[in-house]
Each structure stands twice: as structure tokens, then as C-alpha cells.
């Protein structure tokens, strides 16, 4: 507790200099929903912007550090380190988090598809004289598996871009690799990756499988229970195929919990996550859910999960929106109607409104190199902030939370020159700040 005492003064400070007519965000939502944002580490140990997050939000998401590659990377390892940080700042300063996530392809702990012996030890495949079988596989390194064209990350890192890089390309380069990234020149062929010979590992079970993924619940939900209301038990489970006439089985990603489990892994991961904490609202989370094909994809999925007695209250629709048309006020406003008739809470989790016209949580982005962010393209921002909330506060008894992705610009996964926040980089409340926060005020 001592050491965010300064923490809390600094904060005391800012909101006795701010006073009562200034208030933060949270204040002004008061009686519509929580405000969240997703944070670092690092951005709680730093005073200023910590003392910023106390003023203006009464939620916060974990960005990266909970997810279960990050915190579980091998069997019997374990990092908690960032994320007991995070949650004793809360902890300290009254503040509830949003648990994210549980079960995520993109950052998951894939050890748990392999088997593995009493002592701890990969099990590895014997053929009929109980030698062991090797196979050839891609030489390890390259950014995110892509050197060589197949290159893999060290062991115990499965699912995870390197750190700084969640999601995009080197800075400078939109849009294209830099020449040499990834073993080629730029405008090349790509060469036939280097391979070695390494023992045939024997895969877990689905029955071992789910052992391992309700233990790593158990023990991520326990160890945070006093302080997570809600978690994303499962995300981005749904596939991006855009076709209205998928069938229920097209409708998934093909990650490997599907092949191995098919849509009851979902089932299981909210049923153990239930168990280990009755009171904790659990979610499915996904970007582009406001979509038709994608919210008809996650409709399908929690009625059919909910009718055989998976424990979903909610449904997360992260955000990761434009300026322009994505989302459509209309789809937007439809999808949460949809989901109401399934669950009584909805939440926006990742939000944040990009002024190019990307949209959705996809790994390949333009970090917005060369865009200007314009009085024109400011009030296209502030229009489509406005209209989104004004949405939200229409159902306000079934939203109770709008959390935005990262602290400020220079802190955002879509990079400063996206200008997708309320802050910029210098941590400075933009306009649209205001559109948002002074919503009564603005409608006179």
C-alpha cells in the first residue's frame, strides 16, 4: 500500500486543482455505466498518468499481461508479476477490473495441447521398436513465425507477437514488409525455409486438455477474485468468413481448441471459470461484432451454449471502430438489440475510433504513418464518438461498461498517428474528449 501512497496524493492533487466542475469521465456516466481503459504496468507506476487513470475511470482491463500465453507460458511457470501490479494498484485505489482474457487463440498457452509425462516432460511419439519418431520442421525465429516463412517461436511462447508488436507491422513500414524482414528482399521470392529434425511430441487429449485449462482458471480467477468483477472467458472465437449462409460449424475459427474440441471448449472454459468464481459476470468477446455476419456467427453460438447450460451473462463488442462507416449506427444498435434477447449485459471492451478507414482487431494495420489529423477528420471523430455513445446511453440498464483500449495515442496498439483516444500522446485531453464527457451540455 505504501507505494502508491504519492500516487494518491498526486491524484488528490489534480482532482482538488480540477474541482467538482471538472469532473473525470466516470463522474460524468454516473448513473449510465463504468468507464474503463486498458493499461500497463508501466502506466500505473507512472504517477501522472496514474493519477489521470484515478480521475477519470472506475474500471480497468489488464491490456496484455493476464492473457494466458502471457501468464502461464509453461507448464508450472507462471508470471504474475505485471499483473499483481496492476491489480494491487486497483486494489489500493478502489478501482474494480475487468479480467481479460481467459481463453484466447492468439495468446493462449499451447503447451496445453501437448502430453506430458509424471515428471513434467513432453511425451514424445515411439514407432514399433520404441525408438523415437522425429519429424522436419521450419528452424525456429523470425518475427511473429514469419522469418524463413514458417519459423516458430521459442518454446513456452506459442501465441504470442513479440513484445512492442501486438498486432503490427515494423514502424515505417505500412502496409509492406521491410526489405530483408522475414528472410527476403523486398520485391523477392521467398526462399524455402531452413528445417531441422526434432522429436514428434505426443498431442494431449481433449479430456487432458481441459485438465490443464480448468487448472489455469482456477488459478487465475481464485488469485484475482477479490478484485475482477467480470472477465472475457473466451475471445475472438468466431470466424471473420463474412458469409451469411455459414453453417454452425463454418462460423468458428478453425483455432486449435476447435479442432481438438469443437465448440465445447467454450462450454468448458465458462464452466470453469463459474466454478472458480460464482459472483464474476463472465463474457464472450469479440471485435466486429456489430457486423451481420459476425453478430449472427456469436448470436448462434451463445443460445446454443446457454441452452446446454454454459453460464454466458455476457456478450463484449470490442470496438476498434472508424470514422467513416464501421460501425454503421444501425448495425451497431441492431447487434446490441440482438444480444439483449440472450443476455441481460452488454459491454463495449476494446474501444477505441481510428481515423483511417481500418476497422477491427485483424494483426495488420497501417499505423497511420503520414495521416493529419484535421479539423475535418476531428469532427468526423467527435461525430462518430457521439453518435456511438448516444447509443449506449439509449440502453444504459444493459451496458455497464465502455472500456477504451490504451490510455492515450502514443499508448494505443494502433499507434499515436491513428489518433484513436480521448488523450493524445502527450497524455493532454483532445476535443473530443470533451464531446464525450460533456454529452448534456453539448445537447442544449
Known sequence: MKKFL?????????????????????????????????????????SLTAAMIIKEYNSITAENCMKPGEIHPAPGVWNFAEADRIADFCRANGIKMRGHNLVWHSQFANWMFNKYDENGNQVVERDENGDTIW?????????????????????????????????????????????????????????????????KYAKATKEEFYDSLQAHINVVVNRYK????????????????????????????????????????????????????PNAGLFYN????????????????????????????????????????????????????????????????????????????????????????????????KKKYADLFEILRKYKKNISCVTFWNVNDAASWLGANNFPLLFDKDNQRKEVYYTVRDFKKNKK
Open 135 to 199: 519429424v522436419e520442421q521450419p528452424v525456429r525465429g523470425g518475427f511473429g513465425g514469419v522469418g524463413g516463412f514458417g519459423g516458430q517461436r521459442p518454446q513456452g511462447q506459442q501465441g504470442q507477437r513479440p513484445q512492442g508488436q501486438q498486432g503490427q507491422r515494423p514502424q515505417g513500414q505500412p502496409g509492406q514488409m521491410p526489405q530483408g524482414f522475414g528472410g527476403f528482399p523486398q520485391g523477392g521470392q521467398a526462399p524455402a525455409p531452413q528445417m531441422t529434425k526434432v522429436p
Open 286 to 381: 469479440d471485435y466486429s461484432a456489430w457486423t451481420p455476419a459476425k453478430r449472427t456467427y456469436i448470436y448462434n453460438m451463445v443460445k446454443k451454449l446457454k441452452a446446454e447450460g454454459a453460464p454466458i451473462t455476457g456478450i463484449g463488442m470490442q470496438g476498434h471502430y472508424n470514422i467513416y462507416d464501421n460501425p454503421t449506427l444501425e448495425d451497431f444498435e441492431k447487434a446490441i438489440q440482438m444480444y439483449l434477447e440472450l443476455v441481460d449485459d452488454i459491454q463495449i471492451t476494446e474501444f477505441d475510433i481510428r481515423i483511417n478507414q481500418e476497422a477491427g482487431g485483424q494483426l495488420q494495420f497501417s499505423r497511420g504513418e503520414g495521416q493529419v489529423y484535421t479539423e475535418e477528420v476531428q469532427e468526423l471523430q
Open 6 to 46: 504519492p500516487i494518491a496524493l498526486i491524484a488528490t492533487v489534480v482532482m482538488s486543482a480540477c474541482g467538482p466542475k471538472d469532473p473525470g469521465l466516470k463522474d460524468a456516466y454516473k448513473g449510465y455505466f463504468k468507464i474503463g481503459v486498458a493499461v500497463t504496468g508501466r502506466n500505473v507506476a507512472d
Open 226 to 277: 477479490d478484485v475482477i468483477y467480470c472477465w472475457d472467458v473466451v475471445n475472438e472465437a468466431m470466424s471473420d468468413a463474412n458469409n451469411l449462409d455459414a453453417t454452425y460449424e463454418q462460423s468458428f475459427r478453425n483455432s486449435t481448441a476447435f479442432q481438438l474440441c469443437g465448440d465445447e471448449f467454450i462450454k468448458k472454459a465458462f464452466e470453469f471459470a463459474h466454478e472458480a468464481d
